[in-house]
């Protein structure tokens, strides 16, 4: 069997630059102690009253989804300011929230296979939400990720490969070249929806809980139609979080866009190929 690789950097030690980078060019990227740790406690504390249901391959795997207007803490993180400040980095000033759930990873449970959550002609399992073309999920983790207790499991740069064996509707057992990504309590692991990923099972004596919010650019809309959010609702959002909910079928594109369009610019740093070398 090949050697395990693990990565343990000090992901503190990263500039802006090498954060975007590693998110760009490696599929993942940890936000190390985001989260204090009466904050999670706050947010274990409400989990512990929803009502989980156990995935279709474990009955140590369970989740719950749509926790966008739950309210409370759990609401409030869908705007954690952070977290907001690096995507717009990444994204621009457009930041849009596609889905909301949480997952408990048990004893026993016996890993997740890897597989791409992003499906560029939608899917079962993601819906049309899995197409758009640019999207980034934010992992919250409340409990510490030891080897032991279900890590994250990433390959690295599997969303750049143009070869049929990246084909983003496959799921591997594993794969010779996979990363382990051990993180503590509060952090937040960010992957591009297109790398393979999964995590190892649970052969410890806790379970491990998880938060995943996914926000994508607003430009980078879904092929086909989501369900949008219900008015009402919306309306009851903290108003740092109102904005992240914008219509999620928001697309800007120009299927009839000319050679030279009127009002060309002739900048734009947030694809300057030097956005790697910011401190």
């Not at 869908?78 to 929230?97: N, R």
């Not at 992003?118 to 640019?134: H, K, R, T």
Request: with cysteine; net charge negative.
């Amino acid at each position: 069997m090949p050697e395990l690789i693990i990565d343990e950097r000090d992901w503190s030690a990263l500039t802006i630059g090498e954060q975007i980078k590693q998110i760009e060019v490696e599929g993942y990227l940890v936000l190390p102690n985001l989260l204090d740790t009466e904050y999670i406690e706050q947010l274990k504390e409400q989990l512990s009253g929803f009502e989980y249901k156990a995935v279709d391959y474990s009955i140590y795997q369970k989740g719950v989804k749509r926790l966008e207007f739950r309210g409370g803490s759990i609401t409030e993180l869908i705007g954690y300011p952070p977290t907001i400040a690096f995507l717009k980095e990444l994204f621009g000033d457009e930041v849009i929230m596609m889905s909301y759930t949480t997952s408990r990873s048990e004893p026993g449970h016996p890993g997740i296979s890897l597989h791409a959550d992003g499906q560029p002609y939608g899917s079962e399992i993601f819906g049309y939400q899995g197409s758009c073309p640019f999207l980034v999920r934010v992992l919250y983790y409340l409990d510490d990720l030891t080897k032991e207790i279900s890590p994250f499991r990433v390959v690295p740069r599997s969303h750049l490969c143009l070869h049929e064996q990246a084909n983003p509707y496959g799921r591997y057992q594993s794969h010779p070249e996979e990363v382990m990504v051990p993180v503590k309590a509060g952090s937040a692991v960010l992957i591009n929806h297109r790398v393979f990923h999964g995590n190892y099972p649970n052969v410890g004596d806790k379970p491990r809980s998880m938060l995943a919010i996914a926000y994508r650019p607003g430009w980078a809309g879904p092929v086909q139609e989501v369900e949008p959010w219900e008015t009402e609702k919306l309306a009851a959002l903290p108003d740092h979080v109102k904005p992240l909910l914008a219509d999620p079928n928001t697309r800007h594109w120009d299927f009839g866009g000319s050679n030279k369009p009127k009002g060309m610019i002739s900048e734009a740093p947030g694809m300057n190929p030097s956005r790697w070398d910011r401190v």
